[in-house]
C-alpha cells in the first residue's frame, strides 16, 4: 500500500519534531497541489541538514526506503514504493550563466 499525503506529510513532521528543525514543502509539489495535478515529487527545504533528515524519515518508513545522499549539495532523496521526497538543508546558491548545476555557498 502506498502512503497517503496526509500519512507522507504526517510522518515528515514527526521527524521534523524529533530532530527539532523546521521543515518547508518547496518547488513542484507546491505548484501542481495548486493547479489539482498528480504528484509524486516532493521537495522538502530543511532548516537544518537535509541529509541527516532523510535519513531519520527513511529510518521511520521502514524496509523498503531507500536513501541517495548528494553530499555536495547537502541534500539526499528517499525513495519509498512510487514516492520520491527530496531533502534539502536551506542554502545559497547561485548559477552560471550556461549552466542548471547550482554553486553552494
Not at 493547479?35 to 509524486?40: G, Q, T, W
Not at 521511520?60 to 534539502?88: C, H, I, M, P, W
Amino acid at each position: 500500500m502506498n502512503l497517503q499525503p496526509q500519512q507522507l506529510f504526517s510522518l515528515i513532521s514527526e521527524t521534523a519534531d524529533t530532530l527539532n528543525v523546521e521543515c518547508h514543502v518547496v518547488g513542484g509539489y507546491v505548484r501542481d497541489m495548486l493547479l489539482n495535478r498528480p504528484s509524486k515529487d516532493i521537495d522538502i527545504v530543511v532548516v537544518g541538514s537535509g541529509i541527516e533528515m532523510a535519513r531519520a524519515f527513511a529510518d521511520r518508513l521502514g524496509k523498503g526506503a531507500r536513501v541517495s545522499v548528494f553530499k555536495n549539495f547537502g541534500t539526499a532523496q528517499v525513495k519509498y514504493k512510487d514516492t520520491e521526497v527530496e531533502f534539502a538543508g536551506a542554502r545559497r546558491e547561485s548559477y552560471q550563466r550556461d549552466s542548471r548545476i547550482p554553486i553552494v555557498e
